[in-house]
């Protein structure tokens, strides 16, 4: 599978601003603001991802799915459930 960026890229100081008392609250837990806005931004990346990817294939995927409709799946006569 593709990842999504190059994991082994270097880190790069950024400034951000923030709502000082989210960032207080943060700091008072001991969370390490930027591996959690990492995981975020990830997240957020898979998901665009995942939406540019369902819309590419979206002819695709509805030709498939009205197959299924009309034939059935493979082996559908093995299947227990």
């Known amino acids: 599978m593709q990842t999504l960026y190059d ?3 270097p880190k790069k100081p950024t400034n951000l601003s923030l709502n000082s008392d989210l ?3 943060i700091k ?3 969370i390490n603001l930027s591996a959690t806005l ?3 931004l990830r ?3 898979a998901e665009n991802e995942a939406d540019k990817w ?3 294939n ?3 995927i509805k030709a498939y799915n009205d197959f299924v409709e009309k034939n059935g799946l493979f082996a559908d006569e093995h299947r227990n459930f």
């Open 38 to 40: 990492e995981q975020a």
């Open 28 to 30: 008072a837990l001991n």
């Open 43 to 45: 997240a957020k990346l």
């Open 23 to 25: 960032l207080i609250r």
């Open 58 to 60: 979206k002819r695709a």
């Open 7 to 9: 994991l082994n890229a």
């Open 54 to 56: 369902a819309k590419e």
